[in-house]
């Protein structure tokens, strides 16, 4: 068993690359067949910003979708071309957006401070600057209780019910070379479903309409659910987005999929430390933590494989009817889950948590312990991709005084 191999340290993160490779064909061929060859897929980089990882989904003809300009600079960086890059977010710095514009980056306009750097910034322009638009409607109304916000509105892009949205188009359209020519919908919701995509797809159409827009892009942003069972499939979200938004002749597609791309293939493995009994519960700590896999603490469930570290040794291990595996940490509530009439465990026996890769590794704080090691498993061999953080990378960029 490669995974009890001791040259595999715990805790890390395993990337399965074939996984990944069969979520993105899934959700290329889904939206080829339903909308046309006029799609583009912009990886959203904060959903999972591991250098490795962008990388190798950018190898895959993805464009980089950043949201600030470290990551924007992050993007550069592992080799996305200036216009490979969707830039979005709701605090662009003016250097970047300036750069992204002049280069011919997909940019996405949120606020009336970015129409004030473009203003201020025309003199500069050496090309055609085309922005889309981010419109900003009431979703709960048509999703009621999917929504992440409820009543209390989304904040990000233009109102369309209280004007902004109008007065944001009529303002860039006045501006000499500049044009609107997309529309940016994205909206994270409880329930990722068909219907919130529907909505989204049917207000921008509404929009193109009411506002005389010569669209050239519509991007309907990420929040899909991947290959989860039971749920929607790419095919059925491309459906419902090409039907909602209706006649598209010419008009392209983006696609900005975080946790549908990177949220199944990732794994997290750690490794029994101790146990003890306390009154009638027995606590099994590993070298793990919630503050990798959860690190927002909202108890997420996650499947789990038990390895053995003696396969050999099952006989002789009692049953528990109840073990409650708990992290690393000093947080008396860092607990990762019951695992029920199952054999004890023991010092040595792993754990490997699935469906680990989204918003985990990069929201996971820094705390107690730094950052873990990742592997990445092609075929059968596994290769580091980032070793684990010490104190020397912990205190790089510290001064200390005495
Ligand atoms: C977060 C985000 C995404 C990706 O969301 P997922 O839920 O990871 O698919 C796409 N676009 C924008 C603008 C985002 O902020």
Redesign the pocket.
């Known amino acids: 068993m490669i995974i009890n191999n001791q040259s595999i340290q715990t805790p890390c993160f395993l990337i399965d690359k074939s996984h990944i490779d069969r979520n993105i064909n899934e959700l290329r061929v889904g939206f080829k067949e339903e909308w046309g060859s006029n799609v583009f897929f912009g990886y959203?980089v904060?959903?999972n910003s591991l250098p490795w990882l962008v990388s190798y989904i950018g190898n895959n003809g993805f464009l980089a979708?950043v949201?600030s300009d470290q990551e924007y600079r992050l993007a550069r960086r592992l080799g996305f071309g200036s216009s490979e890059i969707v830039l979005?977010g709701p605090i662009k710095g003016e250097e970047v957006l300036i750069e992204a514009l002049e280069s011919g980056a997909i940019v996405n306009i949120d606020n009336s401070e970015e129409i004030r750097i473009i203003e201020g910034n025309l003199d500069h322009r050496h090309r055609e600057w085309k922005v889309g638009v981010r419109f900003n409607f009431q979703l709960e109304a048509e999703c009621p209780g999917e929504t992440i916000v409820g009543d209390r509105c989304g904040r990000f892009g233009f109102c369309v019910e209280n004007g902004e949205f109008e007065r944001a188009i009529e303002r860039l359209s006045k501006l000499n070379g500049v044009s609107v020519i997309g529309l940016h919908g994205?909206s994270?919701t409880r329930s990722k479903s068909i219907r919130v995509f529907q909505s989204i797809s049917r207000k921008a159409s509404e929009l193109v309409t009411r506002y005389g827009i010569a669209l050239e892009y519509f991007d309907v942003?990420?929040?899909?659910y991947g290959d989860k069972p039971g749920e929607a499939s790419y095919r059925e979200y491309a459906k419902a987005i090409s039907d909602s938004f209706g006649e598209h002749e010419g008009i392209r597609l983006i696609v900005?999929?975080?946790?549908?791309i990177v949220a199944s293939p990732i794994s997290y493995l750690c490794e029994v430390k101790n146990t003890r009994d306390v009154c009638g519960n027995r606590f099994v700590t590993v070298d793990g933590s919630c503050v990798h896999i959860d690190p927002q603490m909202h108890g997420i469930v996650f499947g789990k494989n038990v390895y053995r570290a003696d396969k050999n040794d099952v006989e002789s291990c009692g049953r528990v009817d109840l073990q409650e595996v708990c992290g690393f940490t000093c947080i008396e509530m860092d607990r990762m889950g019951v695992i029920r009439d199952e054999v004890e465990l023991k010092p040595g026996d792993r754990i490997e948590y699935l469906n680990c890769g989204?918003y985990s590794m990069t929201l996971a704080p820094l705390f107690i312990s730094y950052f873990p090691r990742v592997y990445v498993k092609d075929d059968s061999k596994y290769q580091l991709v980032r070793d684990a953080w010490d104190e020397g990378d912990f205190m790089s960029k510290c001064e200390v005084f005495i």
């Open positions: 959203s904060k959903t979708e949201v979005n994205h994270s942003g990420g929040g899909f900005e999929p975080g946790a549908g989204s």
